[in-house]
């Protein structure tokens, strides 16, 4: 009889997480150094050399992220987009890859503006359309890599769908988890060959921690990931491993919060007459709801609406007091921030037109704080509309 596999729960608390053997510590040790006593020429303790090729810190974090990710392993990295220049270094001169149009703006900021120079080569494409999605697909495509939900417009992409399409093709798929962390949603399940996260958000928890992680589906991507830590060096810290490794502990419990107030707030929102539009895949009026409801387990805390203008924005944002206006999501506090103006700035005018991004555009993680709290803010800041 097969041994079932512990709960969410207690994968996040115990895998990677167990006690230090010497001393009985419960939370992992820090282990800040750069290197490691060897008894003899080629006989390193218990593997260790240097910690740019491996730390026990940072070891205990790929344990938990693969097991919660249901990947066979994981390799973490200095931030999240340092992950995706990690995995787009296994390629090479003339590889290609399908993008999801509407992703973080960092992404094609990387693409287009550095790894193009280098002899990639990309399609953005709304992965939401799984006819387009296969039509962009070449000969020497490697990868779709596909967010899902996007940032900010919160729309998704069918993963299982896609995976079908892709594997017929021989190309892998990687995607973005961040917005709902493997609490909510599990790619490899779907049919994901590797996945990406930013740690610093919803894994982390606390905006405290910068990180990336990709989630490894077979040895040799695995392999490969291990050797651009080694040859690269961008490497996540001992104590940016620990830091995440203590965020995981209550990602659940946090997750649960952080849906159920969204739902709140999403609900609110969509009342407001001063809002053109709300953008959360919870609501009945989101376009892809009921694939939300089949993917997913949650629909999450970050939500997007429509102010009418940049003014607008303006005016609702200089009055927040609870929420906190600025860069990042997944943190316990409720964070807020405009899309035009930061996490889309890189992309120009022009490119947010074209993907739909407005500068009325207002996005907010919901955070922990008592939803009341979060509701009366977010009212007498619309009220300034």
């Known amino acids: 009889m097969k041994k079932k596999s512990a709960g969410f729960s207690t994968r996040c608390i115990h895998v990677g997480q167990e006690p230090e053997k010497l001393t009985g510590s419960v939370g992992v040790p820090i282990y800040a150094t750069s290197t490691y006593a060897q008894d003899e020429l080629g006989k390193p303790r218990l593997g260790y050399e240097y910690s740019r090729v491996s730390n026990p810190t940072r070891d205990r974090l790929e344990r938990n992220l693969a097991s919660l990710e249901g990947g066979i392993d994981s390799k973490v990295f200095a931030s999240g987009m340092a992950a995706v220049s990690a995995m787009c270094s296994l390629l090479k001169r003339g590889d290609h890859i399908v993008c999801s149009s509407n992703v973080y703006g960092g992404v094609p ?7 193009v120079n280098f002899g990639l080569e990309f399609t953005y494409v709304d ?64 049919g994901a060959d590797m996945v990406l996260h930013s740690t610093t958000k919803f894994l982390n928890g606390h905006s405290d921690g910068l990180g990336g992680v990709l989630v490894c589906t077979t040895k040799e991507q695995a392999e490969k990931l291990a050797f651009i830590q080694k040859s690269v060096g961008a490497i996540m810290s001992p104590f940016e491993s620990w830091l ?74 200089k009055r927040v007091r609870v929420c906190t206006l600025g860069e990042s999501l997944g943190g316990v506090e409720t964070l807020i921030s405009h899309p035009a103006t930061m996490t889309h700035a890189a992309l120009g005018e022009k490119g947010r037109a074209a993907i739909g991004i407005t500068d009325g555009l207002v996005r907010i993680s919901v955070g922990v704080e008592d939803v009341e709290d979060i509701i009366a803010d977010l009212e007498q800041a619309i009220s300034a509309i």
Request: charged fraction near 25%.
């Open 244 to 317: 995440i490794l203590r965020g995981v502990k209550t990602l659940a419990l946090r997750m649960k919060q952080h849906d159920e107030s969204g739902r709140i707030v999403a609900d609110f929102l969509s009342k407001q007459k001063k809002l053109k539009k709300v953008f959360y895949p919870g609501l009945p009026s989101h376009p892809q709801h009921e694939l939300a409801k089949q993917q997913m387990t949650g629909f999450g805390a970050l939500i997007t609406f429509e102010t009418g203008s940049l003014e607008n924005a303006k005016k609702m944002l």
């Open 109 to 115: 900021r990387l693409f287009n503006q550095v790894l």
């Open 127 to 190: 992965t939401s359309n799984l006819k387009a999605t296969e039509r962009a697909i070449r000969k020497n495509t490697r990868y779709v890599y596909v967010e899902t939900p996007t940032n900010p417009l919160m729309t998704l992409s069918d993963i299982a769908a896609i995976s079908k399409i892709a594997h017929k093709k021989n190309v892998e798929v990687v995607v973005d988890n961040t917005f709902m962390s493997p609490y909510f949603q599990k790619p490899i399940e779907l």
